[in-house]
């Protein structure tokens, strides 16, 4: 509890330090420079001789135009404070950045994804086709109770249409016993692809 | 909001910059034998322009770090988005690489010579 009253007390304190700093190096700026206007006027009347007066001027206006330029220097230190200190006390300009940055990488994440999504549906759409030839065809060496991606598609809109349950009988394939008659009671394994285990050899 | 922040404070640093300068082009011209008057005029005006300008812009950055900082750290963010981010990105490269190794085994399979 008293661990937090301090924080807003330095806080306090450090933008109070902020203020008298800016108000002390504009101040210094103004004064030192008005001084070596007003000692570059020429007078007649000196207490010391000219030669003295002369050298004192031009020391006073080396100290002075020193102090302009430290005044120049605190001033930077002070933006370089201030902007430290935006950075990292400013949250409503944090939080702003973080939403718009999170966005981003939403964004960004969701075009990946769709991406991905289209191209598995487009090489979906391909491999249909590729084992609908690959497993018409007489040359392949395909396992009879294998099950291409193409007849299980088949067989799930088969199932799906009241007329096609009748129609999934004459669409079996010949060789593929174990499917029609057991289809209810044992999984067929979908050509490498499913994880099921086949019980027909 | 932020960039628009500090991009008026780095404003500020060349106008300190600016004052600076106007104030040594004042003396350096003061020191002259003839001093050219519409010369020491410009600078003048552009010397109490730049400092009060100065003064006003970090007097207003100030209030406004008053009314808008708590001294609490700030604890938001970005790392839960970036690591969303960064797994679509591996997914998108994995997808890359199986496709690449799809791609040379179709052509190894129909290259004639083999």
């Known amino acids: 509890m008293s661990s937090q009253r301090v924080l807003p007390q330095s806080k306090e304190t450090l933008l109070q330090s902020y203020n008298k700093r800016l108000k002390d190096d504009i101040r210094s700026i103004l004064d030192n420079f008005t001084e070596i206007i007003k000692t570059a006027k020429v007078e007649d009347e000196t207490q010391v001789s000219r030669a003295t007066q002369a050298e004192q001027e031009h020391y006073e206006m080396h100290v002075r135009a020193a102090n302009i330029v430290r005044a120049g220097e605190s001033l930077m230190k002070l933006v370089s404070d201030l902007k430290q200190f935006l950075i990292l006390n400013d949250f409503p300009s944090v939080n702003e950045a973080i939403n718009h940055r999170n966005q981003q990488l939403h964004a960004l994440q969701e075009e990946c994804d769709k991406k991905l999504t289209n191209l598995r549906d487009e090489i979906a759409i391909d491999l249909y086709e590729l084992e609908e030839e690959y497993y018409s065809s007489s040359t392949s060496l395909w396992d009879s109770s294998d099950m291409p991606l193409c007849e299980a598609f088949q067989r799930q809109d088969s199932l799906v249409s009241p007329e096609g349950i009748s129609g999934s009988m004459g669409t079996a394939r010949v060789g593929d016993s174990s499917g029609v008659g057991s289809q209810g009671s044992t999984p067929e394994r979908l050509n490498g692809h499913g994880a099921g285990t086949s019980e027909h050899a | ?114």
């Open chain 2, 1 to 114: 909001m932020a960039n628009d922040r500090l991009r008026s404070l780095e404003e500020v640093e060349k106008e300190i910059g600016v004052v600076l300068q106007c104030a040594g082009n004042i003396i350096l011209e003061l020191s002259k034998e003839k001093h050219n008057a519409s010369l020491l005029d410009r600078q003048l005006s552009q010397f109490t322009g730049c400092v009060s300008r100065v003064e006003s812009e970090l007097s207003g950055q100030i209030r406004y770090l008053t009314q808008v900082a708590t001294g609490q750290p700030h604890e938001g963010s970005t790392y839960s988005a970036r690591k969303d981010c960064q797994m679509a990105l591996n997914r998108v490269e994995y997808a890359r690489l199986k496709l690449g190794e799809l791609g040379q085994t179709c052509e190894r399979l129909l290259d004639p010579q083999t």
